[in-house]
T-cell receptor
């Protein structure tokens, strides 16, 4: 299967710890997106990469959040000093050049205790 | 804020057509209508998109009104596996612009 993959699928951490999530987009998709989703809500945009350049960040992405996409391939999303309010599903999506449909991964469910 | 309005929930009998409406009265000429669905605990899945013509693929049909202010996603023969939250969003075609998902329509297919 060559879909978008995310790792880990589930993460439980204590408040104050740092966590890092990884997303591997579909091969040759140059656009990559991160979203956060809480129960009963639609996905909320966090950030967008075109190749290795981070072109847009939501105001939801506080200074505790950082995302990278070195070499324009996989991406990582790091949350420092986690808070209980960070508990959510973190979704990654990718899309190919010239297209706007996004292909989502299965998500990483974060629980902060 | 989301640029679309959808009913919160709908039911559909298994085997019947499911017609999911979406209002996007402020859509501009260079914005497409996209539909996604999200089955419980999975990532959203792209279904179909259109600009002004009706579109059909193996999953669904998309009917867009002539004034483009509303659209309907049609699942011709709903199955239990179509139970999901369906999101209608508008996407700018002139370059990247962040998309906003609303809360979607929870479709329950009933046996």
């Amino acid at each position: 299967d060559t879909g978008v993959s995310q790792d880990p699928r589930h993460k439980i951490t204590k408040r104050g710890q740092n966590v890092t999530f990884r997303c591997d987009p579909i091969s040759e998709h140059n656009r990559l997106y991160w979203y956060r989703q809480t129960l009963g809500q639609g996905p909320e945009f966090l950030t967008y990469f075109q190749n290795e350049a981070q072109l847009e960040k939501s105001r939801l992405l506080s200074d505790r959040f950082s995302a990278e996409r070195p070499k324009g391939s996989f991406s990582t999303l790091e949350i420092q000093r986690t808070e209980q309010g960070d508990s959510a599903m973190y979704l990654c999506a990718s899309s190919p050049q010239g297209h706007y449909e996004q292909y989502f991964g299965p998500g990483t469910r974060l629980t902060v205790t | 804020d989301a640029k679309t309005t959808q009913p919160t929930s709908m039911d559909c009998a298994e085997g019947r057509a499911a017609n999911l409406p979406c209002n996007h009265s402020t859509i501009s000429g260079n914005e497409y209508v996209y539909w996604y669905r999200q089955i419980h605990s999975q990532g959203p899945q792209y279904i179909i998109h259109g600009l002004k013509n009706n579109e059909t693929n193996e999953m669904a049909s998309l009917i867009i009104t002539e004034d483009r202010k509303s659209s309907t996603l049609i699942l011709p023969h709903a199955t239990l596996r179509d139970t999901a939250v369906y999101y209608c969003i508008v996407v700018f075609s002139g370059g990247y612009q962040k998309v906003t998902f609303g809360t979607g329509t929870k479709l329950q297919v009933i046996p």
